[in-house]
């Protein structure tokens, strides 16, 4: 972990973050660290200590070495999705795909390698409050559903529909056959930009860009395995991937 800088960039907050990590020190420095950024930081040393502190005090969001004594990592991030939406963050030491593919495949947001930069670790997590409170400050999405498909009727621009799939734009909430789904915030904002361009092919970086807030640095892992995720909730046939290119929302 890269020392912090003198004065931590931004504004304070008042989210509430569940750090697991086994290494003492490291704990400790970004621990310290997010708290110098305004965040209110609780740590365990070990999966199931986390598991129980994340029952007790539902953070707002969740950094997960994969590496953990008792529960690894990625077990700990299945049991969390049994439980909650929450934004989880994973941090591998080695950033082996299969602990990428693995964690993300668990239920991750996103993942971080160790070492990470403290101005990149905290742009993470902030984007990532930013995904899990998101709500449209414009009916962006709602100004395509004329042609996206939208049966409602009487201008109703907050929803969308695509055959039995149904995107409620001010409520966030999606249904699939008239059954509500359980999108994480990350599912939830990549399929609105789907949804807000129906038929129109999104690269990858272009959806790490507005879904993650990434720059592109090659590494499109991340987008792929959402993708799967959202297909197994929606329909994997409302998908389409253009190859070479990327993905789009089916008419």
């Known amino acids: 972990m890269a020392s912090p800088p003198a004065t931590p960039g931004g504004s304070a907050t008042e989210a509430h973050l569940l750090l697991v990590e ?7 420095t970004v621990r310290m660290l ?8 609780s740590a365990a040393a070990d999966g199931m200590s986390g598991l129980e502190m ?3 005090r539902r953070p707002d969001l969740l950094l997960l070495d994969v590496m953990l004594p ?12 049994e439980l909650s939406l929450a934004p989880i963050l994973m941090m591998s030491a080695r950033g082996d795909a299969l602990d990428v ?3 993300l495949e668990a239920g991750a947001d996103d993942y971080v ?13 902030r984007s990532l409050l930013r995904r899990a409170s998101f709500t449209p400050a414009h009916s962006r999405a709602g100004a395509s559903s004329a042609g996206a498909g939208s049966g409602a009727g009487g201008g109703d621009t907050t929803t969308m529909t695509f055959g039995d799939l149904t995107i ?12 509500p789904l359980a999108l994480t915030p990350t599912e939830l904002r990549m399929l609105l930009e789907f ?13 790490l860009s507005r879904v993650w807030d990434h720059a592109w640095h090659g590494d499109t892992r991340v987008v792929d395995l959402h993708v799967q995720r959202l297909r197994a909730k929606i329909g994997a046939e409302r998908i389409e991937t253009v190859r070479g290119f990327g993905y789009k929302l089916r008419r």
Request: glycine residues 10%; contains cysteine; positive net charge.
């Open 168 to 179: 409620d734009t001010r409520g966030m909430e999606v249904h699939r056959a008239g059954q």
């Open 54 to 56: 994340f029952r007790e």
């Open 101 to 103: 593919v693995s964690g």
């Open 34 to 41: 997010l708290e110098r950024y305004g965040f209110t930081v």
């Open 113 to 125: 390698v160790k070492p990470v930069e403290s101005a990149v670790l905290v742009a993470r997590i």
């Open 22 to 28: 086994d290494d003492e020190v490291i704990r400790n």
């Open 70 to 81: 008792e529960l690894d990592g990625i077990g700990l991030c299945r049991r969390i999705r």
């Open 195 to 207: 949804a807000a361009s129906p038929g129109v092919v999104l690269e990858r970086r272009t959806l």
